[in-house]
């Protein structure tokens, strides 16, 4: 019997614990500062073996340099809280996880057509705003499917961050498929 973990980096992601020995699971929203992840991770260790997954992140084109600065400093936090508390650990890509977890997700849109309408008229095309609104749906369609899944596989948990919230928290649903994920595949 083992504690899995799953966690969705950055400050909007989440925190996923699945205690197999007990049949369990509970989610969260990133803690604020570093100590607190240390505290949660380390509050549910209970002498059970523990191995965390981690969605691994990169740079992501289009965003600001601070922005990916700062989301690669959420992710690297995380290693390192895991290093030092001794928690084994395995990184997982965005797709990898997904295709385990998403089978029959919504399939990405064709922006082929798009691209050539754009480069033919670069400036302020009409079309850049119609392929970002298309390429915006099917986010929230994958966002949509995932909450679907995840409350399918976990009917008991509760994806609201808070008692105020009456939308599910996306980090809090990818870190507990990512935690399933890990319980699905590891040895």
Not at 3 to 20: C, E, Q, S
Not at 73 to 95: H, Q
Not at 118 to 147: G, M, T, V, W
Request: net charge neutral; hydrophobic share 35%; proline share 6%.
């Amino acid at each position: 019997m083992r504690n899995i973990i799953g966690i969705d980096p950055g400050k909007t992601g989440g925190v996923a614990i699945i205690y197999d020995h007990m049949v369990e699971t509970e989610v969260h929203p990133t803690p604020e500062t570093f100590k607190e992840r240390a505290e949660l991770l380390k509050a549910h260790d209970g002498g059970w073996e523990t191995i965390a997954f981690i969605e691994q992140v990169h740079s992501i084109p289009g965003t600001s340099a601070k922005s990916n600065f700062t989301f690669g400093g959420e992710y690297y936090s995380w290693l390192a809280i895991l290093e030092t508390l001794g928690i084994s650990f395995e990184t997982v890509t965005p797709a990898t996880w997904q295709k385990v977890m998403l089978e029959g997700k919504p399939k990405r849109p064709d922006t082929k057509k798009l691209n050539i309408l754009i480069k033919e008229e670069p400036c302020n095309s009409p079309f850049i705003k119609q392929k970002k609104d298309l390429l915006a749906r099917h986010k929230k369609a994958i966002k949509e499917y995932a909450y679907t899944t995840a409350h399918r596989l976990y009917p008991s948990v509760s994806f609201l961050a808070t008692d105020r919230c009456s939308v599910p928290h996306d980090g809090m649903v990818d870190a507990l498929l990512i935690a399933e994920y890990g319980r699905r595949t590891a040895g």
